[in-house]
């Protein structure tokens, strides 16, 4: 490997780290300010965002400690056999990165991935090392999630847990033939029992923090996993039903999707072409409707098509209410919580609001008109005090109606 000073190898390494979407928000158009007009770009690696146990969204340095990789899985572009050009940071290095980012103001903490470099526990051992200087060494305070190496020895992935907030594990892909098939050197199985391993530890310090103030903290924002979209021939219903299982099993945060992107030479296993990110995004509304709507995945995959996708126009809980129109409308004045958190157009906050007010008044459109953001999607759903929209679910053409109008797509646009 040439030697290359810091700067080149965070170019690199951040760039590298971009394939992870563990915190990433992608999906956004490209822009920036090259030729000096405006200011900022949508396109820079290097931070990225993620929200804190607490709910603040804060800024991490988002960066692998080597782009090398004993491995081949056929989806990435740090492969062994991918003719990238590599880099590997010292454990050294990224504490000093991470301290003068921090101190700059830059950052509020780390976001630390690698390949796998001589052994899966060789590079376990050094991601814990950068944890463990920035929390002994230098007393950091900051976040850190740390991506953490299945088959490492089981010790190594409690010391990471130790020292980092989060810690993730990816499961990759929603089945075991496509784990098989296109990342054959991992173990489906032993990614899962990492998984469990790290629940127990999790659940362990809980435990022992709610008895005495002086135990240490373990992962205090819990695990999460990450599951590459569109690389091989699962549907939308069988990740959600993945998800839900890893939610179940494992107590995870959050799953996080990736859609699969084309990479530079990539192997014949492959789809020549990226799924729409669309996909992504619906996804992401699906487990949002399961973490927090009350949606079950046999909800979800009922809002699918034949084939067990999700429809790309329009949101997955406008599909389920458009398929399942007996259940509408729903009277905003009555309705239990349940039910009108399944109205599409209601979010969390308009329920609440509704729930609250209704105490007091009975509600007519008008005033649900105040608590929502757009009346025109909820109404056809709803009854008031002064609105009954029977024959409006009844309509054949209820779809083009509450469905969000085409906009014209840039095309050049990821
Ligand atoms: S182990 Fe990780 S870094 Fe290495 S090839 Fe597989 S996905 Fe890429």
Known sequence: MPQLDVQAKLAILADAAKYDASCASSGTTKRDSKGGKGVGSTEGMGICHAYAPDGRCISLLKILLTNSCIFDCHYCINRKS??????????????????????????????????????????????????RALREDHDFR?????????????????QAGLHADRVSINIELPTAPALKRLAPEKDGARIESAMSEMKASIADARDAGAKYKSAPRFAPAGQSTQMIVGADAASDGDIVARASQLYDRYGLRRVYYSAFSPIPDASAVLPLKRPPLMREHRLYQSDWLMRFYGFTPTDVVAAAGADGMLPLDIDPKLAWALKFRAAFPVDVNRAPKEQLLRVPGLGI?????????????????????????????????????????????????LRALVAPRQQQLELFAA
């Open 142 to 158: 900051g976040y850190i999630h740390l991506k953490t190496i299945p088959d490492a020895d089981p010790e190594l992935v409690r």
């Open 349 to 397: 906050k308009a329920v609440e609001r509704i729930l609250s007010s209704r105490r007091w008044r009975t509600l007519r459109l008008d005033d649900v008109a105040r608590l929502t953001l757009s009346i025109g999607k909820v109404r056809p759903f709803i009854c008031t005090a002064d609105w009954r929209p029977t024959l409006l679910t009844d309509r054949a053409d």
């Open 82 to 131: 991918s003719n990238v050009r590599r880099a590997r940071f010292t454990a050294d290095e990224v504490v000093r990165l991470t301290l003068a980012f921090y101190k700059r103001n830059y950052i509020e903490g780390l976001f630390l991935s690698s390949g796998i470099i001589r052994s899966s526990n060789y590079t376990m051992e050094q991601l814990v090392e950068v944890a």
